[in-house]
């Protein structure tokens, strides 16, 4: 499928609201809350990265049964659905995390009106199904609209104990229910797609690893019901209004390239797309996806204490770049000769975009840190700016579209880094930080990425042809690994060594909890 259908929302330069109460902790200027979010980065990153195995393995099975065409129906359906998502949760989970002056009972009234907005969102999808067809020129999307719109009803029962349980930390529980929707989601679809469902695969699949995710939610926090009374919730609100406009910014550029895709070139198109995109970015909304569970927790927290936002920029973009550059890179390199090896040549057309897109995801792997920090020190810059991304983005699509899918992937490549300065920008005079100093957290991974792809292309110029493919592709891998970590521990010894460190620390506090108990 193409992206998923979540209300998490990383990406997005997301706002939150002036005045909102302010976290007692916040005085603390000890490194207690950092080693909470390296804490909490550590149960997520075990539960997500141990079932995401099985997830890469299931996508190349799955690609390897159904057709482009398969993907490009679902990823149609995914363009609209994803926007209904947004709208759907109203900013709810956010407002929870954010707001932690609320009462049991505006919980439990923010429960019920969950349930109203994700049934609101399915009737919705049915109303839009036919339109979406025509749209799409497309029949068979209509049925597929309305199914996947089911998976908001049962999505809405999770938005409050999901925002409880992130606000109070405790992503144990969560990674459970992420690695439970994962698991059951790929066994479903690899054994529906092997009965020859097609793209119903996916759509049953998705819904069904929806079900598993709430169930685990609703036993790790129940929730009752209350009417809602808008007397009572008026601020919870006001604050999840301010959060739609934040992500409905960040959905209509984000989602542009699929919608041009689609619309102008085809479900074909779209399809190899879609793979390309899964392919390059798989690992990357992983990690985005982690950050996001964890960090507004720590930003609420420690809003005040610029020092601690520095160091929470400063070491994570460090200890991420050493993960996505080289994977990144490496998958720009060896793009031609990995699809056609563990996809076949019917997938040829993804191989173009997918070397663009890797290029883009290794950006996106360290601006999505931003985020959770612009939200708490530059609120309304913040929302200003964030409206200029779906003005610029889709235009450029469309104009990359005379190109193909290539053109719309080289969008990505060139407008959003340039996009992303002023936010730089303003972040490095918020937190007081030099950009010499950003650029020394980021320079082990460029160094060594570049030294690995140096190696990588002498590789290629000199034996692509005395191999077999499958052979040369894991050669390749095998030789830019060693490449790059040779690099590290000969270059940068000393702050390997020392992330090293700080990382076996982070895991035994992570795991101190488990062995008490």
């Known amino acids: 499928m193409s992206r998923e259908l979540t209300t998490t929302n990383p990406g997005a330069i997301s706002v939150a609201v002036e005045g909102s109460p302010q ?56 363009v609209f659905l994803g926007l209904v998502t947004v709208l759907s949760e109203f900013g709810l989970g956010s407002t929870i995390v954010y707001r932690r002056d609320l009462t049991d009972e505006q919980l439990d009234q923010l429960n019920s009106l969950a349930i109203i907005f994700g049934i609101a969102a399915f009737m919705v999808s049915c109303v839009m199904g036919a339109p979406l067809a025509w749209f799409f020129k497309t029949p068979q999307l209509r049925p597929v609209v309305i199914s996947l719109g089911i998976g908001f009803v049962i999505s809405s029962f999770q938005v409050v104990p999901y925002g409880w349980l992130q606000r109070e930390q405790a992503f144990k529980r969560l990674a459970y229910a992420d690695a439970g929707r994962m698991v059951t989601q790929a066994a479903t679809t690899i054994g529906l797609a092997y009965g020859g469902f097609g793209y119903w695969a996916l759509v049953i699949g998705s819904t069904a690893g929806a079900t598993v995710s709430v169930a685990i939610l609703r036993r790790a926090r129940p929730q009752r019901f209350a009417y809602p009374r808008l007397v009572s919730l008026r601020s919870a609100v006001a604050f999840s209004r301010d959060v739609i406009v934040a992500r409905l910014s960040w959905y209509a550029y984000s989602n542009a390239d699929f919608a041009v895709a689609g619309r102008v070139l085809g479900a074909t198109e ?62 720009a390199l060896i793009a031609r000769e990995g699809v056609l090896a563990l996809l076949g040549a019917r997938w040829q057309a993804a191989i173009a975009p997918l070397r663009l897109l890797a290029l883009y995801a290794a950006i996106r792997s360290i601006t999505m840190l931003l985020s959770p920090v612009m939200s708490a020190l530059d609120l309304r810059w913040a929302a200003r700016y964030s409206v200029a991304f779906p003005v610029v983005f889709p235009a450029a699509f469309y104009v990359g579209s005379r190109w193909g899918i290539e053109g719309i992937a080289a969008g990505w490549v060139l407008l959003y880094p340039i996009m992303y300065i002023p936010i730089y920008r303003r972040l490095f005079r918020n937190i007081a930080m030099r950009p010499r100093e950003y650029a020394r957290a980021i320079w082990p991974a460029v160094n060594a990425s570049v030294a690995m792809g140096g190696g990588i292309l002498v590789v290629k110029a000199n034996w692509s042809d005395q191999w077999p493919l499958i052979l040369f592709v894991m050669g390749e891998i095998a030789i830019g690994a060693v490449l790059y970590l040779t690099v590290l521990v000969t270059a940068h010894r000393e702050r390997v060594v020392a992330l090293w460190r700080a990382c076996a620390v982070t895991w035994r506090e992570a795991a101190k909890p488990v062995i008490e108990s």
């Open 23 to 78: 976290p007692a902790a916040r005085a603390r200027t000890d490194e207690a809350p950092y080693r909470r979010l390296l804490s909490g980065l550590a149960w997520t990153a075990a539960s997500k990265w141990s079932a995401q195995l099985l997830s890469w393995a299931s996508t190349l099975v799955v690609v390897r049964l159904l057709s482009p065409r398969d993907f490009g129906l679902i990823g149609m359906a995914t």
């Open 270 to 331: 779209l399809g190899a797309y879609t793979v390309a995109w899964n392919l390059a970015s798989t690992s990357i909304d992983k990690l985005t996806d982690l950050v996001s569970r964890v960090a507004p927790a720590f930003v609420s927290e420690a809003q005040l204490d610029t020092a601690a936002l520095r160091r929470y920029v400063r070491a994570l973009t460090e200890g991420i770049s050493l993960i996505t550059f080289p994977t990144t890179l490496g998958l």
